[in-house]
């Protein structure tokens, strides 16, 4: 359908690494996308983001129709030239941030109509809709556009909600159309029922797309539940494409769906995280607002290479997050996220060299392990 091409180069178990080739860049998988949800990944730089090892950015279809709005991004060169990103980009459809932050919401056949949380406006988001503003963006991949399954929920309610979002995705199919260069992802719904994910992936097959996202998990149900829904629902999507787990999540969620056969990732966390004084490590988050730091002349992360971990001591950090001055969030953010692709990196080379096993026992133990003891 376009000229976007996956090859997996290694696999062990379910685990896989390969590569996502479009033609603004290659995306090594597995990957994690950070998120720049109205067209800024926040506290960071394009080019600084680039340099914690990101091939792709996520942008949110909701959020920027309604602020500046498609039609300005696409007179202003799209969504690349407008933020100063040139390489990939996939945009969400919009359909999640309908049903969590849209007011007054009317699902229908057609669509959803909501009014805009920002100033109370009122919109339809629809197969057609959301196809047409990912266009004027001019996203590199699209998501299809579905309703997102709530948890918890009856299984007739997931299914109803499932069956829905299938017809959305044969739409959503023909409203894109053939746009070589561009690709499309169905997104997999069906709650935490085998038999209706197992549905859900033939209509998604019957239809064909380039890439497939299991949507529906990370929204309450807890890690063992959406580790045992992986466990059964990415055998049922297609191995020569892509598989994108939407919102995913903490490291340890990130690994242990890697090892479920998960390529693609995004979440909000690391950045969010950063700017709300916490940082990720090898040996678990730390809250640099905890006044144990405020003397420490040792870096966050001593084995990692970001500026903040480089040239900036956990006293400092502690010292500018407790003075709220910016500064704070964008060394934290710059470091979380150069953690986050230095794991992607880290279970790349694990699975190219038959090491992932291995790969995961040790990341699981030194996470477990705890933060390195304060200054006596």
Same mark, same amino acid.
């Given at each position: 359908?376009?000229?976007?091409?996956?090859?997996?180069?290694? &696999?062990?178990?379910? #685990?896989? =690494?390969?590569?996502?080739?479009?033609? @603004?860049?290659?995306? !090594?998988?597995? $990957?994690?996308?950070?998120?720049?949800?109205?067209?800024?990944?926040?506290?960071?730089?394009?080019?600084?983001?680039?340099?914690?090892?990101?091939?792709?950015?996520?942008?949110?279809?909701?959020?920027?129709?309604?602020?500046?709005?498609?039609?300005?991004?696409?007179?202003?060169?799209?969504?690349?030239?407008?933020?100063?990103?040139?390489?990939?980009?996939?945009?969400?459809?919009?359909?999640?941030?309908?049903?969590?932050?849209?007011?007054?919401?009317?699902?229908?056949?057609?669509?959803?109509?909501?009014?805009?949380?920002?100033?109370?406006?009122?919109?339809?988001?629809?197969?057609?809709?959301?196809?047409?503003?990912?266009?004027?963006?001019?996203?590199?991949?699209?998501?299809?556009?579905?309703?997102?399954?709530?948890?918890?929920? &009856?299984?007739?309610? #997931?299914? =109803?909600?499932?069956?829905?979002?299938? @017809?959305?995705?044969? !739409?959503?199919? $023909?409203?894109?159309?053939?746009?070589?260069?561009?690709?499309?992802?169905?997104?997999?719904?069906?709650?935490?029922?085998?038999?209706?994910?197992?549905?859900?992936?033939?209509?998604?097959?019957?239809?064909?797309?380039?890439?497939?996202?299991?949507?529906?998990?990370?929204?309450?149900?807890?890690?063992?539940?959406?580790?045992?829904?992986?466990?059964?629902?990415?055998?049922?999507?297609?191995?020569?494409?892509?598989?994108?787990?939407?919102?995913?999540?903490?490291?340890?969620?990130?690994?242990?769906?890697?090892?479920?056969?998960?390529?693609?990732?995004?979440?909000?966390?690391?950045?969010?995280?950063?700017?709300?004084?916490?940082?990720?490590?090898?040996?678990?988050?730390?809250?640099?607002?905890?006044?144990?730091?405020?003397?420490?002349?040792?870096?966050?992360?001593? =084995?990692?290479?970001?500026?903040?971990?480089?040239?900036?001591? !956990?006293?400092?950090?502690?010292?500018?997050?407790?003075?709220?001055?910016?500064?704070?969030?964008?060394?934290?953010?710059?470091?979380?996220?150069?953690?986050?692709?230095?794991?992607?990196?880290?279970?790349?080379?694990?699975?190219?060299?038959?090491?992932?096993?291995?790969?995961?026992?040790?990341?699981?133990?030194?996470?477990?392990?705890?933060?390195?003891?304060?200054?006596?």
């Amino acid at each position: 359908m376009t000229d976007i091409r996956f090859s997996l180069h290694a &696999t062990e178990g379910k #685990a896989r =690494t390969g590569v996502l080739s479009t033609p @603004r860049g290659n995306i !090594r998988t597995p $990957a994690f996308m950070p998120v720049g949800t109205a067209a800024t990944v926040k506290a960071m730089l394009p080019g600084s983001v680039r340099e914690t090892g990101a091939d792709i950015l996520l942008g949110n279809t909701y959020h920027l129709m309604l602020r500046p709005g498609a039609p300005r991004i696409e007179r202003l060169g799209g969504l690349h030239g407008f933020m100063n990103w040139e390489r990939p980009i996939l945009t969400d459809s919009g359909g999640f941030q309908v049903m969590s932050l849209a007011k007054l919401r009317k699902l229908t056949e057609e669509g959803v109509t909501f009014q805009s949380h920002i100033d109370g406006s009122k919109h339809l988001l629809s197969p057609e809709t959301s196809m047409e503003i990912q266009r004027q963006l001019g996203s590199d991949i699209v998501m299809s556009f579905d309703e997102c399954t709530p948890f918890p929920c &009856t299984r007739d309610e #997931a299914a =109803t909600s499932m069956q829905l979002s299938m @017809r959305w995705a044969e !739409r959503s199919r $023909a409203a894109f159309g053939e746009r070589p260069g561009h690709a499309l992802f169905g997104i997999q719904q069906g709650g935490v029922h085998e038999d209706l994910r197992a549905e859900s992936a033939a209509a998604l097959r019957e239809i064909g797309f380039d890439g497939y996202a299991v949507g529906g998990l990370a929204v309450g149900e807890g890690q063992d539940l959406m580790f045992s829904t992986l466990d059964h629902c990415v055998g049922h999507l297609p191995e020569d494409r892509p598989r994108y787990l939407m919102g995913v999540g903490k490291p340890e969620d990130i690994v242990g769906a890697v090892a479920r056969g998960i390529d693609m990732f995004d979440c909000v966390m690391p950045s969010r995280s950063g700017r709300t004084g916490q940082g990720f490590t090898p040996r678990g988050p730390v809250n640099i607002r905890n006044a144990r730091h405020a003397d420490d002349p040792r870096p966050l992360d001593a =084995t990692c290479d970001c500026p903040c971990c480089t040239d900036y001591s !956990r006293a400092y950090l502690h010292h500018v997050h407790r003075s709220q001055e910016i500064i704070a969030s964008m060394l934290l953010t710059w470091h979380n996220l150069r953690y986050y692709q230095r794991l992607m990196q880290g279970l790349r080379d694990a699975i190219a060299t038959g090491d992932f096993t291995g790969f995961a026992a040790r990341f699981d133990e030194e996470r477990l392990s705890g933060d390195i003891e304060p200054l006596a």
